[in-house]
């Protein structure tokens, strides 16, 4: 969804072209893997899927899902990591989602054997795919990450991103909680990433010393099972598993999370924020807070579609 809403408040600006809009799709084998119910955690599982097109129907937008209905001008994604082949052939347009992986042996592997997949290193190789004409990113920090990772900086256009670039507008919500450490939890087992959750809860128990702890569940985790297991070793806490995230962070005084897009809130909020990056680093990272991302992205797209 965080794709969803990014793509759509682009669109919001670009209203004097025909657009239509669909879920994240795939050829080859893993279009297949997907028909079958296979990729059930990953973005193109049936289940997200099923959300973008209920909420794309809401808001009436217009469908081609598989974008195979017309000779499009312009593709616009949040993702390079998989490009199909009738995308490819298309002026594209990446846009950064949000938080990027840290790079594992697996991204270096990616990036040297054009035969491995770069979806096998997750989103740590975004732009490195170079099918696109324009990619715009968060930050002049996220601007020289991509640069050091290999991408071409003539194509690197620094807009900030939609979701993240006006983060104090959260500070005015009717959340009833204050003042709480919160917990926003990864979905590393769904994703077949050891995790040793009962381990950190207890961490997170003593990193919150005597505030009130609240956990907010990703959306993609075995819920029934996170429960269980606050229950058992953090049996004051607080659980949701629904409500606005953004709006739970502002109101906090600390957040701790993994290499979640949810710590850019936390980041412009300059609330503190334990997770996998220096705080020196997340800062230059967070994307900038010019509360007109959107619309300079649209900007960017009507130059390529001219150019």
Known sequence: MNQTTQMHQIAGWLTDYEQYFSPFFSDG????????????????????????????????????????QHDYDLVVTCTDLIVPKHIRRKKIVLVQEGMTEPETVLFHLAKNFLWIPRWIAGTSTTGLSDAYEKFCVASEGYRDLFIRKGVNPSK????????????????????????????????????????????????????????????????????????????????????????????????????????????????????????GLHPDELKSLTPLQNKSASRMIADVCRQVIDG
Not at 34 to 48: N, V, Y
Not at 183 to 201: A, Q
């Open 29 to 68: 084998l893993l279009g297949t893997a997907s028909e079958h119910g296979l990729l059930e955690f990953t973005i193109m599982g049936r289940k997200r899927s099923q959300r973008t097109i209920d909420y794309l129907r809401s808001h009436h937008l217009r469908l081609d899902i598989g974008g195979l």
């Open 156 to 275: 690197i256009e620094v807009t900030s991103i939609p979701n993240f670039d006006n983060c104090e507008q959260y500070l005015q919500n009717d959340f009833k909680h204050h003042d709480y450490v919160l917990v926003c939890t990864s979905d590393n087992r769904e994703t077949f990433i050891y995790e040793n959750r009962p381990k950190n809860i207890r961490k997170y128990l003593e990193m919150a010393g005597n505030s009130q702890l609240v956990f907010k569940l990703h959306p993609n985790e075995n819920t029934e099972r996170a429960i269980r297991e606050i229950e058992r070793y953090a049996p004051e806490s607080l659980v949701f598993s629904e409500g606005r995230t953004e709006e739970m962070i502002a109101n906090s005084r600390m957040l701790i999370a993994q290499f979640s897009s949810t710590i850019f809130v936390a980041s412009a909020l300059n609330k503190v924020v334990h997770c």
